[in-house]
C-alpha cells in the first residue's frame, strides 16, 4: 500500500462494521486508487493479518488472491485494462492503434456474470470482494445492471468502486455507496516514491503529471517523446503536418493532453508568470506565452476540454490530430481557435 494511503485505511479500519457494503473510492488521477482497491480487498480476504491491519501476503488467501485465483474475489475491469495486463507478461507491448480496438467500457455482462459469483456461497470465511475498475467506465444501462446488485447485497459481500471521476455514476448509484475519498500524497512522497522506482528526472516528469506519482512515472517511458513534442509546440513555425505525423505512433488521448498542458502553462505564464508542468523549459514557455494573446489560448484551452471525450474514440485518428494541430498553429499565429477546418 502506498505510504499517502496508510493513514485512511487506519481510519477505515476503525470504521470496520460501520463501513457500507458498497463503497465508491475516489482519488484524483495517477495517485494510485486501483491499487489501493486491489490492497484493501487483499486485506479483507487475508486470513491472518499483520499488526498493521495490511493483508500478510503469505497465507493461502493473499497467495491466491496475488496468482489471481481467489475464488471468492472478483475484479471487474474494461477489456483494454485486461489486454494491457495480459501482455505485459506474454508478449511484446501493444501499440497505441492495437490498444484502442479493445473496449475501455466494462461491458452489461461483465456485471451480469457477477450474479452467479454473489448467488453461490463463499468458499472461506464468508467474505466476497469485489472491486470495479474504473467504475465511471460503465454507461448507464451497465451502471443499473449493478445497481441491482447493490440494492440486494448478498451477506459478507463487499463491492469497492474505484475511480478519478466518481462525478460520472449515476446518483442512483452514489446513493447506495458510502464514498471514500483518497487524499493525493505530498510532493515529498511522490518524489520518494518515485525515486524508490528509480524513475529518472523524477522532479520535472512530476511537474508534468500534475504532482500524481504513478502517472508521472508512466510517463516515463514516453518522457522522450513528450519532451520533443513539447519541443515542437515551443516553435513559432511549428510545421502541423509534420508534427502529426511525428505523433503517429502515440494516441490521440495522450496528444490532447500534453497540448492541454502546453496550452496551459502558456496561459499561465502569460498571466501569472508560473509554469506548471514544464518546468524544465521554462523560457521557451516565456518565448512563445509573450506572442499569444491569452483570449486565443483561452479558447484553445476549452476546445481541447471539449475534444477530450472525443479524443478516446476519433473515427480517424491521424485526422483529428491534424485538426487540433491546425487550430493550434492558427492560435499562435493569432487567428481565432476554431479557425480549422470545422472537423470540430
Ligand atoms: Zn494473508
Redesign the pocket.
Known sequence: MYYWHKETYQSLRQDGARLAHAIVLQAPEGTGVFEFSLSWA?ALL????AADGE?????S??NWFVSGNHPDFRLVQPDSHIKEAESAEDGPPLTAREKEKKSDQIRIDQIRELQSFLNVGTHRAGRRVVVVHPCDAMNTATQNALLKNLEEPAAGTVFLLATSRAHRLLPTVRSRCQTVSLPPPQPGESLRWLQEQSVEYPEALLAMAGGAPLLAASLADRAAFLHQLADQLASPRMDALAVAAMCQKSTPVEVVTALYRWCYDLLSCNLTGEVRYHTVMVPKVQALAEKCSPRLVAGYLRRLASERGLAEHPLNPRLFMEDLLFGYVAMIEGKPANAGNGLS
Open positions: 487483499q487475508c486470513e491472518s493479518l493483508a500478510c501476503g503469505t497465507c488467501a493473499c
